[in-house]
């Protein structure tokens, strides 16, 4: 705990789903002495009084419509932005108009409108928008971006980078409101954000060009019937026919995905659990992209949503040498702390795990392979990310930043743009030119 340095400052949480929760245990547990939670708001009111259920709190509860009523009420100083990807925007701008700091949950938004609004609202009030890319935080990825700054590799002429989820987490953006592109941007924007932004930051450069490929391969009625395994429920939960189906997520089964989600349909009539061999998913599972960087590096990335294992595997090409790291992560399903393993429920007992240690090795030009150690004792969210986020988030004094880890609004553009361009290559055929796409930047 720190000394307070100032009054405590006021926190609105703006969509009460499974991510706001490590917000919520941050502000009433560990910055408790310099935080207070003072509001809630979301469309469903039966989940925000579920949420507040764990920790036994009474707070007042808004519905979108009374956004701004509650800013003034509570007195907020900061809104902490949890909802559906496609909503940000909303809110972003609502309550930087009103006089708040944001913190946003990634991806900033999801095209490019959106991205013009937020920009220009924020400069015209001057506020502060944090984008929590917690992956910059892992200590692993940390050390790339300290061992690529120092020079270590030379210049950096390109990356390789592929991306696995396995089949329990890649699935359960085929089972939300992921599964529709206009929520969520599709897993170019949700889930790569974190990736291109990751290369961003790593390169210390912006994409320029782009050019995508990439379908719905595996997930979705057409695919599970051409390979003769249709699924006929609708959801998983409740129904005789899922029959032990490893792809059926039960929430009944699961006490915080029941008393969120499944208690709370009445509302909102959202189902959490839908058949991710059915119909209605406009998202592709399988990517592959290319991107030029203003810095002339060229990436080249691929993505596949139904993997056998989870984690990433990054090769940089310098003009001194090569540096590769090779991870993987502990599978999950929800958001809250990132790997709190509701696989149980998913997989019925088993994970099929094997979670082997970080690699991160040095390659130099006509030397001895280099193996680089890794400080992989905090094992919190994210690969222990989510806790050193949360630091710069809410501590009056942060620590220092030498490697530019706090992202804003500028970040949180930038990563989205690789991910709006790809989605529009693939729809075109065409690379997609960024300052095209999006000239105001
Ligand atoms: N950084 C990470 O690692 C990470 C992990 C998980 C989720 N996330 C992000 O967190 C956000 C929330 O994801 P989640 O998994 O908690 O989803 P969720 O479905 O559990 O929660 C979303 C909440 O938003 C509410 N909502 C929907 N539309 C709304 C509207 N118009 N106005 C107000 N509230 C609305 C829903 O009722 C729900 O309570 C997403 O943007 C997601 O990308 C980030």
């Not at 961003?200 to 391969?217: E, F």
Request: hydrophobic share 35%; glycine share 8%; proline share 4%.
């Amino acid at each position: 705990m720190t000394t307070p340095l100032s009054p405590k400052k006021r926190y609105a949480i703006v969509g009460t789903g499974s991510r706001s929760m490590m917000f919520r245990k941050a502000i009433l547990k560990t910055y408790a002495d310099t935080c207070e939670l003072v509001a809630l708001c979301d469309i469903n009111p039966l989940r925000m009084q579920a949420w507040q259920k764990e920790d036994g709190l009474d707070l007042p509860t808004y519905a979108p419509d009374d956004f701004e009523k509650m800013i003034e009420t509570e007195k907020v100083d900061a809104v902490i932005v949890t909802t559906i990807d496609r909503t940000h925007h909303t809110y972003l701008c609502r309550a930087m108009e009103a006089g708040c700091d944001v913190i946003t949950e990634k991806p900033m938004t999801v095209d490019v409108e959106k991205c013009e609004q937020i920009l220009e609202v924020q400069k015209r009030t001057g506020k502060k928008l944090t984008v929590t890319f917690n992956y910059r935080y892992a200590p692993r990825n940390s050390k790339v971006k300290e061992l690529l700054q120092s020079g270590l590799i030379g210049t950096v002429t390109s990356v390789h980078f592929e991306w696995l989820l396995d089949t329990q987490h890649g699935a359960d953006y085929f089972r939300r409101w992921h599964r529709d592109k206009r929520n969520s941007g599709g897993l170019m924007v949700h889930k790569s954000t974190h990736h291109f932004d990751l290369v961003n930051w790593w390169l210390d450069s912006a994409p320029q060009t782009v050019m995508a490929m990439g379908d719905l391969r595996f997930y979705g009625r057409e695919n599970a019937e051409n390979r003769g395994e249709p699924r006929s429920y609708v959801r998983g939960t409740g129904d005789e026919r899922v029959n032990g189906d490893p792809f059926a997520l039960d929430l009944s089964k699961e006490e915080e995905l029941k008393n969120l989600y499944y208690d709370c349909e009445s509302a909102d009539g959202y189902l959490r659990d839908q058949n991710v061999f059915g119909d209605g998913i406009s998202i592709e599972d399988d990517i592959g992209v290319m991107v030029r960087y203003d810095n002339k590096a060229v990436m080249t990335y691929h993505l596949v949503a139904f993997a056998p294992w989870e984690g990433y595997r990054v090769g940089f090409n310098g003009t001194k040498g090569r540096l590769e790291i090779d991870v993987t992560e502990k599978a999950y399903v929800s958001g809250s702390e990132g790997d709190h393993n509701l696989s149980r429920n998913v997989k019925g007992g088993s994970t099929h795990e094997v979670l082997e240690p970080t690699t991160l090795l040095y390659r130099p030009h006509w030397g001895e392979p280099q193996k680089i150690e890794l400080d992989e004792t905090n094992t919190g969210g994210h690969g222990g990310a989510d806790q050193i986020l949360l630091e710069d988030v809410f501590s009056q004094t942060p620590p220092a930043d030498p490697l530019k880890r706090a992202a804003g609004h500028m970040d949180g553009a930038l990563s989205i743009l690789t991910g709006i361009a790809a989605n529009r290559s693939m729809a075109t055929g065409l690379p997609v030119n960024i300052a095209e796409l999006m000239p105001s930047l």
